[in-house]
């Protein structure tokens, strides 16, 4: 399969997920549980690592990777004293449920061959090697399509990022060299990767160790050969997420992408999701 085709499923499914971080919805539940709001990292990391139950700071910094681990050990395990994973898991769908039964109105109703395409995908996507997309395809499926289609997104972007984490070890890069590299290209601001809780001090060191590799310039500037890694990291994830597509087949696959498009305008439309972000949708 064309690796194009794979990136474009990823490009509109990614946005169908993300609602879960920026929904009011979603901001509401985390409320009513007892997460603060005042920012979005106190929910964001339980929602993300609820699938994987009321595990410690150790694995969530090592399945989310690009966040520094000072950063990590502030959410978890806190995060599950506020709430158990179950309850997290159910306020999740709870807040999806709520977002798009606002957003789409009746249309949520004509989502049925689009989760059924995407659910056959996601169920194709083989776990091993593959934490967080192995912890999001063992939760029992809801029945509502909408929902049913959100978890199946879930669970094909995490299988992609798990994979893309993959690429990034091949390449060489550790968690902040991933990001020094990905700013270094123009995917987003570094102001935008320093969301990721890494001191100045290490986002230096890294920049360092990179333009030691002829990766990047003193100024942080990507040189050719560093451009050149990063398209190697891109193209190698697109790879390495194509088996849920090549199972699906072309024909499917398209199906999918077309029965998408209404709730993908719909949620882009919605102005939820920032312009910039730290996946480089869009840019990439």
Same mark, same amino acid.
């Given at each position: 399969m064309d690796v194009t085709r794979v990136r474009r499923m990823w490009h509109l499914l990614e946005p169908l997920h993300a609602v879960l971080y920026y929904a009011p919805e979603a901001v509401e539940e985390a409320a009513a549980l007892g997460y603060g709001t005042e920012e979005r990292w106190p929910a964001y990391f339980a929602w993300r690592a609820a699938p994987l139950g009321a595990v410690g700071a150790g694995p969530v910094a090592a399945a989310f990777y690009s966040f520094s681990p000072a950063m990590v050990e502030r959410y978890v395990p806190a995060?599950?004293?506020?709430?158990?994973?179950?309850?997290v898991l159910a306020a999740r769908l709870r807040a999806v449920d709520r977002f798009y039964r606002r957003l789409? $109105?009746? +249309?949520? #109703?004509e989502l049925d061959a689009a989760a059924a395409l995407a659910r056959r995908a996601a169920e194709a996507a083989v776990p091993a090697g593959r934490p967080l997309a192995a912890a999001n395809a063992a939760l029992e499926w809801p029945e509502e399509p909408h929902l049913v289609l959100w978890q199946a997104a879930t669970v094909l972007r995490e299988h992609r990022g798990d994979g893309h984490l993959a690429a990034l070890l091949t390449a060489g890069l550790d968690p902040v060299e991933a990001l020094?590299?990905?700013?270094?290209?123009?995917?987003?601001s570094t102001q935008t990767f320093a969301s990721r809780g890494w001191s100045e001090a290490e986002w230096a060191a890294a920049r360092e160790r990179l333009a030691a590799r002829g990766l990047v310039t003193a100024d942080g500037a990507?040189?050719?050969? $560093?451009? +050149?890694? #990063?398209?190697e990291v891109e193209r190698r994830t697109d790879e390495l997420a194509a088996g849920p597509w090549v199972a699906l087949g072309d024909k499917d696959t398209e199906r999918l992408a077309e029965a998408l498009g209404g709730a993908w305008v719909a949620v882009l439309g919605a102005g939820l999701l920032p312009r910039?972000?730290?996946?480089g949708v869009g840019k990439v």
């Open positions: 995060a599950w004293d506020v709430a158990a994973p179950g309850d789409l $109105g009746p +249309a949520v #109703r020094v590299s990905f700013a270094a290209i123009g995917a987003a990507a040189t050719d050969a $560093g451009r +050149a890694l #990063r398209a910039e972000n730290t996946l």
